[in-house]
């Protein structure tokens, strides 16, 4: 795909995700990797409903801005999530409302942070860990992400919102949005005794479509 296409791909998803209140004012940014190592990435304090696609930024595979504006300043998370999910060709990062409420709750496990609830959340965003809160832009998150050793294609970071990774933009969009559905639904369910997918159900489902899940396998994926 050109690079003219992808900036435009770009500005279609963000657009789609801002209507529809998924990310709100000047929140939220995406990535894509390009072939050549370099990114295309969504600038900082810019709408993700209101994309130029000749502004977007365009960096190159040591994080250098060659063109466009300057780009957002969550580069350091974008960076960790790529650096260890080899398969990575797109990021997408949200302040989604039910995402976001999800981080806050206290019975929240770090190593899973939503039971399974539904055969699409597993399929689209697999497993999702919970890393600490860091101050938006803070490098350290990127350290926290690195700790995960690339097991997880969607991360939520504390009190801020979702990251995901994706094997392209359409796939990491889609992921996210089942992320967000999926943690309503658990706010929507909790403390009310819900029936959960049984251990043989997300066996069944792993075993059917091939799924890299952190709990069902004992060495590191990248």
């Not at 995402?99 to 039971?115: G, S, W």
């Not at 991360?155 to 949005?177: K, Q, Y």
């Given at each position: ?43 900082t304090?810019a709408?993700?409903g209101?994309?130029?696609p ?44 039910h ?19 539904t055969p ?25 992400i ?35 559905e ?28 091939d799924?890299d ?10």
């Open positions: 795909m050109s690079d003219a296409r992808l900036r435009e791909e770009i500005c279609r998803y963000g657009r789609s995700l801002f209507e529809r209140g998924l990310t709100p004012g000047s929140s939220g940014n995406i990535s894509l990797r390009l072939e050549d190592g370099g990114w295309l990435v969504t600038p304090n709408s993700l209101f994309l130029d000749a502004r977007i930024s365009r960096l190159d595979a040591e994080g250098r801005l060659l063109s466009g504006d300057k780009p957002t300043k969550e580069i350091p998370l974008h960076t960790a999530l790529y650096d260890t999910r080899s398969s990575a060709r797109a990021i997408v990062h949200l302040h989604s409302t995402a976001v409420a999800l981080t806050m709750l206290p019975e929240i496990d770090p190593r899973a942070a939503l039971p399974p609830m699409y959340y597993l399929m689209r965003a697999g497993e999702t860990a919970l890393v600490p809160y860091y101050r938006p832009g803070d490098p350290a998150v990127a350290d926290a690195r700790g995960l050793a690339g097991k997880y294609s969607s991360v939520l970071l504390a009190n801020h919102g979702p990251v995901v990774a994706g094997d392209s933009l359409e796939a990491a969009v889609f992921a996210t949005e089942e992320l967000e999926t943690a309503k639904l658990y706010l929507l369910l909790r403390n009310l005794n819900p029936r959960f997918l049984s251990p043989e159900q997300v066996a069944d489902l792993v075993k059917a479509f799924l899940l952190p709990s069902h396998h004992d060495h590191d994926h990248d």
